[in-house]
């Protein structure tokens, strides 16, 4: 099937939806126009597995999915339709939370080097004499709580293997676990003696940089491709790898030049993707940032600022900020990843520093990218010491071992790129981005919250350069890991149209329900805002989705409370003012403002919904927001859909957003080399109203217009506003309306807020 037109992600998950439930939408879907479903990760994972990618046998297709043959039917629907399977894979690591499920992991705990797995998985053998250091365990008193059971060691249902012959002599737990190639320490310690996925201790590491490795836990993958099971990848998390290019160039030689491959690689604004990989681009979360940010108006931003800043003392300025988290996460949270970093530099340097540590994190928080070792990335590095030691001249020493380290492009060069991510990914989106309370749509992945939105300006540019550089890259507005769902973002980013009115309107709600913590609430009230219904009744289980989120963001915050630490007293406090919303006065204002705005709400959800199906990019519908969606963070985003109604509402084609979905999918299907290597090109509008609409051409046939920051323009109209379309009769694909010539904006948007037009006189 080669490159795609449009996928369609689907979240696989044993307990409520299996291949077999993906080939009963094939109908629906197929009608709607998407031209290849997207599964998340299908390999066999963890019992009960909700997502997948904590994947315990890379070599197998999940049983509980449906297992081979359940793909195999699934592949053979699909293709009859004349459409695409792509899955989503997860090379970086594997579930070991429970030992038993992983044989790889189970072996090398039992014959710890001398495993044939031993290799498999990046341990650091030299943190504890030769023993993993498994941090499983509530407290490192637990040891003494372990029993002998057979030929495991037994701690209430948990349970690890025994070495062979290390319990002959009926020892206690205790002892024999002392004889065992891993220790079992507390969690709470810090200390990790493999490779993470960031610093969750339940994913081990995979070492893909061994040819051995990657053979073997890519075997199944390749079976897809020789048999044509399977038309493209999704790669997660590549830069937790040692050699990411290195592992894309291996990808590409085992699947072929045929096979559609985008990594899960999150870029800084200024950061752009290598060129040399040999991938089709990312996984969009770049589009999601412009698309979104369009629609953010510009003039809130002081207002807002002011808002932020007075809910609480002063925290410094994002930067600031992210310094102070990054120096936090790399000594603290991955103490134990920062002192192995500095054992290889020893190692390799031959030399020692005792600020060295220091040395590394403060490097760190001068990075700005997940990692720096790419090819077009080449001048951070040096750019990034020479900011430390500006800052920090006492570490001009040490930073010169961290210099050789990196100039020999070893081992200790390959965990400072690890550790980067890591520590990137912990401070800021797992921590900062439930702290900054501004405008809290901003704070997406790949986001950059200090940045209030993007110009016409900026957006067209970067979708020229996407067009040049990576047409078939995914373009994307949700996606499993989105920090709230794309019409959520929609509603929460009109209140940068209404900053005086929210400030007014959050300060008089704080007297009436009171804070336990000013900044805390003002995230959550933009949250709450986000999902209220219009006709303001809070279903009993709205109630509980909002107490799950509101326990999560404060715990991610780390502020008051914490996963580690959490705070009872704190918790109860913030559930106690959810609850005060909910049923309280402040209700009946939520709703009314809520009804007041939500027509504007949707024209941008409409708006950045039809940009994200036609902007240069094979476009990605997340399960179900083809939809209006209220979903927030996960495990909030994937909960089951409800396809009878969207079926239903397919067939009624009355509305909105499924109306532009299936009217550009379609479109798509129809002119697939507009919409995969067409051209774009910026349409000007002019008039008194021309901010307020963007446009541009895909190719020579297609034109796409949306409107913009509703609620002022709902107060001054369009007035002369017009938009000259290039020759011809264009035709509306969404209300079936003809133009030509230099129409007005009123007339365009009469109907709907944004128009797909297809030249019909040629």
Known sequence: MGVPLSTYRLQMRGDSFTFSDALELLDYLDDLGVSHLYLSPILTAATGSSHGYDVTDPTTVSAELGG??????????????????????????????????????????THGRESAYSTYFDIDWDLDHGRIVLPVLGSDAD?????????????????????????????????????QHYKLIGWKNNICGYRRFFSITSLAGLRQEDPAVFEASHAEVGRWFAEGLVDGLRIDHPDGLAQPATYAADLRELVGDAAWIVIEKILAPDEALDTGLPVDGTTGYDGLREIGGLFIDPTGEPLLTELYQSSGPHRGTAEEQVSELKTTAATVTLGSELARVRRTIVTET????????????ALLTHVHVYRFDYLNLTAIGPTAIAETVRARPELAEPLQLVAAALALDGEAAIRIQQLCGAVTAKSVEDCLFYRDARLVSLNEVGGEPELFGVSAAEFHERCATRARLWPHAMVTLSTHDTKRGEDVRA??????????????????????????????TLFLWQNVFGVWPVDGEVSET????????????????????????????????????????????????????????????????????LLALTVPGIPDVYQGTELFDDSLVDPDNRRPVDYATRRAALRAGTDPKLRVVGAALRLRRELPDTFRDGGYRPVPATGSAAAHLVAFLRGDDVLVAVSRWTVKLAETGWGDTTVTLPEGIWTDRLTGRT????????????????????????
């Open 350 to 361: 031959g030399s020692d520093h005792p600020l060295l540590p220091d040395a590394v994190s």
């Open 143 to 179: 040891v003494a709580e372990l029993t002998v059971d057979g030929d495991t060691l037994r701690l209430g249902d948990r349970v690890w293997p025994l070495a062979p012959g290390t319990a002959d002599d009926g020892a206690p737990g205790s002892q024999v676990h002392d004889r």
């Open 542 to 609: 709205l109630r509980r989705r909002l107490h799950a989120y509101a326990e999560k963001a404060i715990r991610e915050a780390a502020l008051h409370t914490s996963w580690n630490d959490p705070d009872a007293d704190f918790e109860a406090s913030v559930h106690d003012w959810v609850d005060a919303v909910i049923d309280g006065p402040v209700s009946k204002e939520m709703t009314a403002l809520v009804a007041r705005v939500d027509a504007h709400a949707h024209n941008d959800s409409l708006g950045q919904k």
């Open 68 to 109: 081979p043959q359940g793909l195999a039917a699934l592949s053979a629907a699909v293709r009859a339709r004349g459409m695409g399977l792509i899955v989503d894979i997860v090379p970086n690591h594997v579930g070991v939370e429970d030992p038993t499920q992983n044989r790889w992991w189970w072996d090398v705990l």
């Open 491 to 520: 509603r929460i980013g009109v209140l940068s149209q209404l900053a005086g009115e929210w400030a007014e309107r959050v300060h008089r709600w704080s007297q009436i329900v009171l804070s336990p913590d000013p900044a805390t």
């Open 739 to 762: 133009h030509a010539g230099s129409p007005a904006a009123s007339e365009l948007f009469a109907e709907l807020p944004a128009v797909l037009l297809e030249r019909t006189d040629v």
